[in-house]
Structure formats: C-alpha cells, structure tokens
C-alpha cells in the first residue's frame, strides 16, 4: 500500500527556517500530485500547498510567498522549504495522495515555531 513518511519538523524560532521531506513509496510517485496539509490544536486540518506531475504548484494564501514545495520524481520525494516562520505555523504537518480517489496520509511530523 500507500507509504508516506515525513521528516524534518522540530522547534524554531520566529522568522526561522526549516525544510520537511515526505519519502514516498509503493506507487508510481511520478504519476500522482504530492500535497502538504498541517492541522494545528483544535483546529481542523488544511490544505498548505501542492505540485502536480508537471511541477506546478500552488499554495494556501497563509503560506504563499513564504514556502516552497518542490518534488525530485528520480528520489521519489517532494520537499516543503519554509521560510519566515510564524507561530501561527504551529502544527503538524501531512504529506498527502489522492489515489483512485481515497486519501492517504503520512504520520505527519510536527512544527513548532516559538521563541
């Protein structure tokens, strides 16, 4: 099946940077559109940013301007850098598939931006 890991969360300041990697594996990565959705504490989760199989991508307004998403088809992976971080990015964050039009998620791994 579907196998999503993410890395690279942990603690940062305010205006600090950090960069997640989702590693993909057991499908066809270069075929499907890789996505970024991050759920902070009582909140429900939403949608960060995407890239499709051509490398477009598009971003939350929240994030626009801030991240970069980006996929490397030939490592089967696709990187979130995240730049002038706000405590308002608090949370942690998912890679995501549609596949055949189910969902599947990683573990998630977890941002705190917080002086």
């Known amino acids: 099946q579907v196998q999503l890991v993410e890395s690279g969360g942990g603690l940062v300041q305010p205006g600090g940077s950090l960069r997640l990697s989702c590693a993909a594996s057991?499908?066809?990565?270069?075929?499907?559109?890789m996505n970024w959705y991050r759920q902070a504490p009582g909140k429900e989760r939403e949608f960060v940013a995407g890239?499709?199989?051509?490398?477009?991508?598009n971003y939350a307004d929240s994030v626009k301007d801030r991240f970069t998403l980006s996929r490397d088809n030939a490592k089967n992976t696709v990187y979130l850098q995240m730049n002038s971080l706000k405590p308002e990015d608090t949370a942690v964050y998912y890679c995501?598939?549609?596949?055949?039009?189910?969902?599947?998620w990683g573990q998630g791994t977890q941002v705190t931006v917080s002086s």
């Open positions: 995501n598939i549609r596949k055949r039009g189910v969902d599947y």
């Open positions: 890239v499709t199989i051509g490398g477009s991508t």
């Open positions: 057991r499908f066809t990565f270069s075929m499907y559109a």
